[in-house]
């Protein structure tokens, strides 16, 4: 696996926010078939290409990047929205002195964590099939980190 620098680690990062959810229907030549005969495509490739594109068939390596980044944003939306509803919940209990109900809710969330955990591990045992095939040339995915999405849902939900 390829290490990046810290800034091409930036610049990966900072195109990854621009791209977003994969969707570039807003831009110039949204739906119309990219042009594979030209200098970026070597030679021996071109046939290849124009095959697949006539044919409508999809490198398994793109879907199942496109199926990595719709699994990992479903994930992040519901760390997210799973870290609002507990800090509001939280903070209800306390504000009511429900000691009681407010271990419930703990414990309901460390529930959620090991589940999320070990989704993530999941997630990234796809992440590492998916960077084998890829093109040398590509830059390989990073691993999701548990902890980090943790603390950044958290933090985001007012903690």
Known sequence: MNKLSKWDRIADQG?????????????PGA??????DDEHVPRELRAAYKIMADNEVVP?????????????RKLRERL???ARRFRQDIKVAQSRGEAHRQARI??????FTAELREEIERFNRE?????????PSLPK????????????????AGG
Do not use: F
């Open 15 to 27: 195109a990854r926010q621009l791209i977003g959810d994969g969707d570039v229907s807003h831009l």
């Open 31 to 36: 739906g119309k078939r990219l042009s594979l």
């Open 127 to 135: 992440a590492l099939v998916y960077n084998l095939k890829l093109p």
């Open 141 to 156: 995915r990073e691993h999701l980190r548990a902890d980090k999405l943790l603390e950044r849902a958290l933090k985001d």
């Open 60 to 72: 398994d390596w793109i879907a199942a990047g496109k199926a990595l980044n719709q699994q990992e």
């Open 80 to 82: 997210n929205a799973r």
């Open 106 to 111: 703990e414990a309901g969330w460390r529930r």
